[in-house]
Every structure is written in structure tokens, then in C-alpha cells.
């Protein structure tokens, strides 16, 4: 039976656009059902109805429920190894998960300053000092990353894996805020946004047409 991933809508969902990168990047087959996210009761039961924390992602792979978006990146790891998801090298995958882990806990300024909302007009806004620090920590996060493995490949830890999928959403928000960035973070960005998961993502972000106001705040 094919795997199932339960996601938001794309334009504004940055934890359902984790997984759902993991996924298709590694051309994982998988079936999608979209959930548009806040829009009442009905929707909010269609979710419930596949996981009971309410919330998405979650993916469904036949009588095993996963819910949460780096628990699915890592159910997924196991399940294809192949994929090599996680550097196979310890210290690197411990680096690669700690920067997620980092990443799925934190950065709540930026989080809250910066939604992902695909339909915004490219434009700075003023951040609070947080989400300035925030930013200057995920800048650090990745030129240490392109330091040190940057001769692997041109990802975090040379090619496409779960660091970069937890990292993705990110990539959107500092361009659509316009945030200025060092040279060697601004490539990690450019090679992002040039695979082609992550195009396919962002058209279908840009081809829906529901307005979520709570997500319209900047
Ligand atoms: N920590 C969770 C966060 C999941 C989450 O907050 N999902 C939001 C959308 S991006 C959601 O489902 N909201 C719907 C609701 O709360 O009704 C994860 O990593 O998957």
C-alpha cells in the first residue's frame, strides 16, 4: 500500500513542506491529501480523523500513523536507507540531527515574525532583536555546515538529506522577508531553490488561491 502524507496547504504549511521535500526528493512514491488548514470544524475533523494530534503532517503507512514532521523524516530514513536521509558517518549525522532538532524546537521569533506565505510580496520587514538572533544563528548553522562538507556536495551535508529538509522552509521565508545575507549562505539558498522538489513544492504554494487570514500578518 503506498504511503500516505497528510499535509496543510502548500503556500503556508512549513512543517508539511518538511516531510513532503523528504519524500519527493529521494522520488519516494507517495499519495498527498491537503488539508486546508484553519478554515473550520469540517477540516479540522478530516485531520483528526488521520491523526488525533490534530495537526499536520502525518503519514499514514498502512496501520502505523506518524505524526509530527521530523519523526516522519526520520520513519522514513529507516524505511529507506537508500535515501540516504542522514550522513552515514556518526559525528555527521549527528550534526545532521542536532541542527533539526535544533531547528523543529526553536526559532520561534522568526517563526512567528517571518510565516512562510508563498503569495507574499518579496519586501523587508522591522524584527525583533529574537528574530534577528534567530537569523544570525541559522546563518552560522549553515556556513559552518557548507565549511565543513562543502566539498561533499552543495547541501548541508553535501547531497539533499533531512537537515536540509527541516531547513527548507527557511530558505522561503528569508527571501520572501528580503533578509540580507553573507555570500556563502545566499548559495545555500541558490542551490535550494534550483531543485527540483523544491520548485514543485513552491508552484503548487503559488497556484492556490485560499486566504488564511491568521497567516496574512506581514
Ligand atoms: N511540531 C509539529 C508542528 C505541526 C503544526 O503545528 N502544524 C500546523 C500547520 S503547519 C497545523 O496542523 N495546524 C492546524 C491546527 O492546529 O488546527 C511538526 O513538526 O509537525
Known sequence: MALKLVIGN???SS????????????????????IPLYTGDADKQRILNFTQSGKVPALIDGDVTIWDSLAIIEYVAEGFPEAQIWPEDR????HARSISAEMHSGFM?????CGMNLHRPVGAIEL???ARANIARVRQIWIECRERYGKLGPFLFGSFGG????????VHRFRIYAIELAPEAR?????MMSLPAF???TRAGLAETLVIERFETA
Open 10 to 12: 502548500k503556500n503556508y
Open 15 to 34: 512543517w508539511s513542506m518538511r516531510p513532503w521535500l523528504a519524500l519527493r526528493a529521494n522520488n519516494i512514491p507517495f499519495d498527498e491529501v491537503i
Open 91 to 94: 559525528a555527521r549525522r549527528a
Open 109 to 113: 521569533a522568526l517563526r512567528n515574525e
Open 128 to 130: 525583533s532583536a529574537e
Open 163 to 170: 537537515a536540509d529538509a527541516m531547513f527548507a522552509p527557511v
Open 187 to 191: 548559495d545555500y539558498m541558490d542551490t
Open 199 to 201: 520548485q514543485e513544492w
